[in-house]
């Protein structure tokens, strides 16, 4: 069986906090909150992988929240407000409580031996933006491994969206013509062009290691719909908050139940 691959969205930046679009913006860095995210979020890939080794058990082809049929993007409001990657400390009060540096050093043993996939060590691949990089670096302390920096998984540019307030950056997005997967946004990249380089990082990744691509909110959104063989702009919204992570494999994409991506009843 191909080994599981993870896709995973860094933790929660300065400019989160700030409500900041950030698109290719790189100075931004993590807070405190963001890492303890991303901390959580490599003990969920580890616990995944442990899964998988001991009982073969919870690796079901299941799609997870925001990939239900029917579920088109928006083309307007909604899909600028996933540009902003509005979350912030207000809108995450059910997150875990962070993790700090003494009840991750269990997790730091047999570092480079990962459950359920023998002594392979995982290939960590990241984006080179800083808050991207920095959540990398704490999945690598967590689960051991090489780690390499790739500009393809940036987030998508968003010209002169960047760095503009939120509420600012939806009002303009709504007057974006999303059905068109060419069209720039407001002069930086368009979906088919973040979408084509997000695919061609999949294609290249080896089945037979454990992978983890630290990427995007925007960008991890078009890596779904290459790996669903969907359109660029006939994607299906899926919500990635700040430090959810999507197991791909076999050919399907499941979120790992963190309270992250859990959505109210």
């Known amino acids: 069986m191909a080994a599981p691959l993870y896709l995973l969205r860094h933790g929660e930046s300065e400019w989160n906090v700030r409500r900041l679009t950030q698109g290719q913006t790189a100075h931004p860095r993590l807070t405190d909150r963001g890492r303890g995210q991303i901390r959580y979020a490599a003990e969920l890939i580890r616990a995944d992988l442990a899964l998988e080794g001991g009982s073969g058990q919870g690796w079901g082809p299941s799609q997870g929240p925001g990939l239900g049929k029917g579920q088109r993007r928006d083309r307007g409001l909604s899909r600028g407000r996933g540009l902003a990657q509005e979350r912030g400390p207000s809108q995450d009060r059910g997150l875990a409580q962070e993790r700090g540096p003494s009840q991750d050093r269990s997790l730091a043993q047999d570092r480079g031996l990962c459950p359920g996939q023998g002594s392979a060590p995982p290939v960590i691949v990241s984006s080179d933006l800083l808050r991207a990089v920095e959540s990398a670096e704490i999945v690598r302390s967590v689960l051991g491994g090489s780690l390499a920096l790739d500009p393809r998984l940036r987030e998508q540019h968003l010209g002169s969206l960047q760095g503009r307030g939120y509420e600012e950056t939806w009002a303009a997005a709504a007057e974006h013509d999303w059905s068109d997967p060419d069209l720039p946004v407001f002069g930086g990249e368009s979906v088919r062009e973040v979408h084509d380089r997000m695919a061609a990082v999949l294609d290249e990744v080896d089945p037979t290691r454990i992978t983890v691509l630290v990427s995007h909110g925007d960008a991890i959104r078009l890596a779904v719909a290459h790996l669903t063989g969907v359109a660029p702009h006939e994607a299906e919204w899926v919500e990635v908050p700040n430090g959810a992570v999507a ?19």
């Open 247 to 265: 197991r791909v494999s076999a050919g399907e994409v499941r979120w790992l139940p963190s309270p992250q991506t859990r959505r109210p009843a």
